[in-house]
């Protein structure tokens, strides 16, 4: 699975972005996908998963405020970020995993930055 991620920018706070994150290579429906991010001096977290049925999952600082989406059809993975806050600046990325036979296949995307300022 190839992941390219796109959308990033500068936001003022209170402002919207919209990432994207579109995949090839493989049979894009049978894997979960998941955002993280990853600001300077800190540990990278997951922000967003969004299951092969579905099912959603946020890090509670951006509940309310995030949406994870997928577009199976289009192969894309998205994330809708509103009120967008200084803290929220990172880079971004996209992942795609797999779980057979109990061993877990990851396939990741380059980042992309998001900064929120002033």
């Known amino acids: 699975v190839q992941l390219q991620a796109s959308g990033g920018g500068l936001v003022q706070p209170g402002g919207s972005l919209r990432l994207s994150c579109a995949a090839s290579?493989?049979?894009?429906?049978?894997?979960?996908l998941n955002w993280y991010r990853q600001a300077p001096g800190k540990q990278r977290e997951m922000v967003a998963d969004i299951i092969t049925g579905g099912s959603t999952s946020y890090v509670d600082s951006v509940k309310g405020r995030f949406t994870i989406s997928r577009d199976n059809a289009r192969s894309t993975v998205y994330l809708q970020m509103n009120n967008l806050k200084p803290e929220d600046t990172a880079v971004y990325s996209c992942n795609a995993y797999r779980i057979t036979n109990s061993k877990r296949y990851d396939y990741w995307g380059q980042g992309t930055q998001v900064t929120v300022s002033s």
């Open positions: 290579g493989s049979i894009f429906r049978f894997y979960n």
